[in-house]
């Protein structure tokens, strides 16, 4: 659709915006319905018809050029063959060319730079692929499992490549700059190792356990130095750490909520409630993408289970494993999984707490003691998914429920895990914390140290200085601390803070190594993620690997089938195996802020993964029997992830915020909360307006409304989320009610068309039906026309207008626009049948379907329908000959003629079908009319030459959706007089009229004029030019002189000679120039074609009696009128009198003219029909 | 490429780019598969737009092609003659609709294609019932299909003549989950 946005832009150009609005619909055809092949034809013309437009205008060369363009850019879209692609792109291309060096020359240059941007583009994004990286790998895993299993290996490199960001935005802004201009590496205290842990920094173990050197290195918060303002340059460390930290967590919630919107988008409407089980496991079951036998056998045998599973599902499953057994059971595994992950959680906080006692007491730690904690979570980790896997089979779910269970599960241990490790840790620290203001000695220490330490000299007092400074301040705060710690810590000394110092000197030390709790935490987190990524690898390799070798090798020379019994090969879980994704995620954001380097070690992390899984996925796993929904389930693992980023993040948020910063490492030690760098940074660093406004900014005056603004915001988007699902679920509907109305109608049409005459009868109600089924119906009908009836419309209109006013009166109007709502859904409804005939152009708009298609054909019907409307009401016959009229000019005379009678039965068919009926006399039955019709078509067709009869049928159709809306209500509507008298013959009449008109259609056009031709038949071809003569019928002198033989004659060669909108109108037939004629010409007479037919309405039933006894053939046609009056109806009959009259005049002339002969025939009809209608009456 | 005989002009090359959603590598790597298929067959230079066409029989081989039940008909939807005799062209119009990136609009037209067997523009039960065969290599019973073709049927068709239009077609794909990560085909 954007392709339809684009023309939009431009000039204001009537010309160029209606050639737009072509283009537009041309598009938006192609994307929407392209793929049937009449169409591509159409769409072939139109292409050509682009390349005809050669005029010098620059305006329209530019829309020409613009639309070549938007060829070019859309053309991969187009479900075209390559070989028409390629030569459509050849022509448009050749065309811009030719073009484009007419235009002046900034567009040109404008062009040319655009070009060169796109292959610009288009090379970059050449290069980019190359890079993007394992494509090749993941697209052989695909082509092997499926997307399934490849979707993990995507969200893999998904977060791989959030990992790269992040490990950038710390490694340039954290770590470089600390390795460059920080402090060297043992030239402050809190980067030095202690002189008692010098000895072991290298052992192994103490590197292990990211002791010594490690400790004391760029991988933790601990060695990062508090000068405000590092090297030459002045950089910010501490700032910049901050800020940073906090930018991890930002870009984060930015890219996964981006990337959840872009997928949410993708799977627009899987929100909806909609569910097509059974169409989905047949069209959407199988993957395009699966090339390896096994897994094509494994997916084709899920795909068997799913389908007979929805089939017992649907066969009203009756369960009748007894319910209290598997309630209970149910419960007991849910008991079971709650206690193992209580058990979980109790055991890491007591691994935590009895390492830091263990810490404590003893001085020397093994290997285990040290680690024991990260290798218990992930032992957890591992272990308990399969533990609750083997629960969940008690509890004999479905198996898609049962997964939802078991990765609920395993998400809350995995969070249960972290959270637990983290407060423990946490806790940990706040006795560390508190620890710290106890040892003012430190303090002295460390100043000292500092000024012992050589540095820049200005530096070091500075720092002294300001160390002082801090210093003092804390004693005072300490002071206040250490009160309230004391109640807690009373063990630890705290009362004598300035007595004790010496007294606490060894424990301070001892604690200083311990003091940097971010240092601690940083390591806790990391120690983590590598024991974490040491149990993926061995369980990869002995759970997958070594597994499958056994399988393989042994199961020849073991009891049971090894490959299909019990071990099996392993399965790749996808679920799972996310999900252990998205917990290191998890913990790397944890730790990040106290880690800089995690990110940049998760980095290795991922990518050793990847190499490791794929290998071990292609080796020796098969896939899960169970396959997530990959796309449903591609948000439902972002959705975890992000859940898990905002859980990660709230215990470091709470660490920033909650606990003071160590004092002697870091880069925001001596300050009393981390954020306080900020404050500072304000306070100190930005002009002092800035600071106050930041004060303001901060304040409770403009947070509060800030934050009110915000809920409402909220609120208000969800209030406009809430209507447009509303209208969107209201659209569909109105969709399925069109599509069956659509439907309905066009059977009933069918029906129709293959039985005639009892069409006829079945006709009736349905456009009754229709009528009430009402808009949808309508609109739905109007859409189908669009191609050619649009031009129709348009030039109505215009000439509407012009008409209107002219002949406009106000009482007119308003009856038209009354009738007119009626009317509107009325001709839908009789459009549709018709349409169904037609079949060819009917066809598309069901693809266009949707609502957009509605719109547009609404829009079409107001624009044409209010006119014609109005314009029936005003002169009944007018609009629809003008509509035919237009089509007609290319088309000959004679089918200009066809087109007009076809609008003038509809218009009047009400009217003609009383004629028509009357003509049974002769033929006793319509449906043996109609068939003398047809007759007549193919003599008339000899008589007359044969016209194209697409046109001819466009013409008619026109004509019938303006006239339609008028006659049913109308009719309905002003009938009741006429009705009332002759009800149960109107409503023949109208299904006969409809009934025809939609059956004819095609051959309508050639059945009436030959009916014209034959006088019997006639009748029913009187009726339509009855309805061009309907206007003129009402001044019978007037119109009897219009019909003169000459002057018809006189319009035929107009017609064809003139393009004009009176040469149209005379063109149209010799009998509808006549009814013009007579029509203006009544005008011209009584000034207004609406005043006259308002006199003529109102005089008419008085009248017509009297015009009955003056002319023979108006006798009838006033008893008819008389009914009618109102309506134009009441014209209609009237002019069919005239018709008589003509007839009489035209018999002479018949012998001239098959036209004219028409409209004599028409006479004929006319008063066989009036005097018939007489009779009736 | 510069001292390899070239494949394609770099015309050519644009022109593929336009109309698909291939890289001029992808372009290039599409046509060494379509060599692949028949060495005799295809020449190496494609400058001139050789006439040439590779058989179904040898298109269906190909890794991607060889384990989807849909194989034939796939390769017959893109076919210009309808029986599956693929032009280079047609090649790499398969793919590209088929490719990762085409919209969704363009996937569901082909995909109405493939699974409308008898071409009548509508999916009747007949196509179902084969598609439904070829998906589950006959392992459903006939009562089973059946049902399964019913309530597709059923569920799908808005309109009410017991088939499925290409509107109803594309209403009930355009609400399928993973029709877009199923209805691929990587090269």
Redesign the interface.
Known sequence: MSTVSEPLVGSSRSLSAAKRHKSIRKNSRR??S???DHQQGSSDDEDKEDERVDSNDPEEMFQNIQYQKEI?AN?????W???R??KV??QAREIVLKYEGRLTRTRGYQTAGADLLKKLS?VL??IV??FIPWEVRI?KI??HFG?GVA?YFIFLRWLFGINIVLTIMTGAFIVLPELLAGAPFGTTRSKTIPKEHLASAQDLDTIWSLGGYLQYSVLFYGYYGRVRKIGSAGYRLPLAYFLVGMAVFAYSFIILLRKMAKNSR?????A?D????????????????????E??ESK?AA??NN??E??VE?QEKKKDTSLAVLISLRILANILVLLSLAGSIYIIYFVVDRSQKLEQEKPELTLWEKNEVSVVVSLITMIAPSAFELVAQLEMYHPRTSLRFQLARVLVLYLGNLYSLIIALLDKVNSMSSAVPVNPGNWSDSSSFLATISQPEADSLSTLVSDISTSEHRNSAIATIAMVLDVTNSGRSSSGTISNQTALFEKNTRSQQEQCWETYVGQEMLKLSIIDMIFTVASILLIDFIRGLVVRYLSDCCCWDLESKFPEYGEFKIAENVLHLIYNQGMIWMGAFFSPCLPAFNVLKLIGLMYLRSWAVLTCNVPHQQVF????S?NFYLAMLLFMLFLCMLPTIFAIVRYRPSQHCGPFSGQEKIYDIISETVASDFPLWFSKVMSYVTSPVVVLPALLLLFMLIYYLQAIARSLKFTNNQLRMQ??TE??D???KV?QMAAARLQAPEAAGDKKPDQQESDVTSQEASIHTPSPRRNGSVTNFQSPVRRGNSIRTIAQSASRTDLSRGSVAGSVRSPAVTVLPKHRLEHIPNRPP??L?GPSSTCRSKSYHHMAYNPPARYSDNIHSDPLYRKTIRPIHPVEAAGIITAQSYGGRRGHTTRYVIVNEHEPRKKLLRSATRIPRHYLMEESAEILELYPRNIKRYTPRAAHYHPHPHRPHPSQQHLSEEEEEEVEEGKSRRRMSLGKAHRPRSLSDLHQPPHFYIGDRVESHMSVAKDSHAARGKYGAQEEDEEEDGEGEMDWGDLESRSGFQANVRAADPLLVRTRRHIHSPGRHYQSPARTRHVESYVKPKTRPKLETPLTESDSASLASSSDQQNSSTDQYIQVIHNKERYLKSDAKQGKLAKKKSKTSFDVNVTESNDLVSSNV | MGNKQTTFTDEQLEAYQDCTFFTRKEVLRLHGRYRELAPHLVPLDFTNNPDIKVPLTLIVTMPELKENPFRDRIVETFSEDGHGNLSFNDFVDMFSALCETSPRELKTIYAFKIYDFNRDNFICKEDLRKTLNKLTKGELTPEEVTLVCDKAVEEADLDGDSKLSFSDFENMISKAPDFLSNFHIRI
């Open positions: 994307i929407y392209a793929y049937q070019i053309i991969r879209t187009r479900p063959p390559m070989r692609k390629l792109l050849k288009r994004y050449n692929v190359l697209k695909e082509s997307s979707s993708l799977s627009l409407a899987s909806s909609e569910n097509f089980t059974f169409c989905w496991r047949v069209f959407c079951a199988w993957d395009y993408l699966i090339g390896n036998p897994a094509a084709g795909i068997v389908i007979r929805a089939i649907e929904r990959a796309s449903r591609n969709l399925q599509r069956t659509d439907k309905k059977f069901p693809f379907g």
